[in-house]
């Protein structure tokens, strides 16, 4: 998270990336953590204008958190929706 409110993205998606990893080996597979680096991911990709890529990975943050059946109303559901359509509005603005 410090890299990226620093703008270094690529030490951010690595860190992100060695996170992934770690997740793979001590998580469930639809632990919702792994939804909530996702999303990471993703805001990292639409803060370096990638927006494409920012919607694949808000994609998959929106899979992992259905099948680890959060509701509408939580926190990160709610957070990846906002970031769903901002990103959207962004892409049909280019």
């Known amino acids: 998270v410090i890299y990226w409110k620093l703008k270094q993205y690529d030490l951010a998606l690595s860190y992100y990336e060695k996170q992934l990893s770690i997740q793979l080996k001590t998580l469930p597979a639809n632990h919702f953590e792994f939804g909530v680096t996702f999303l990471n991911i993703g805001e990292i990709y639409k803060a370096r204008n990638e927006f494409e ?4 990975f808000y994609s998959k ?23 769903i359509q901002t990103t959207i509005e962004k892409i049909s603005h280019e």
Do not use: G, R
């Open 61 to 83: 943050a929106n899979e992992i958190f259905q099948k680890a059946s959060l509701l509408p109303t939580h926190e990160a559901v709610i957070e990846l929706q906002q970031h």
């Open 53 to 56: 890529l920012a919607l694949s």
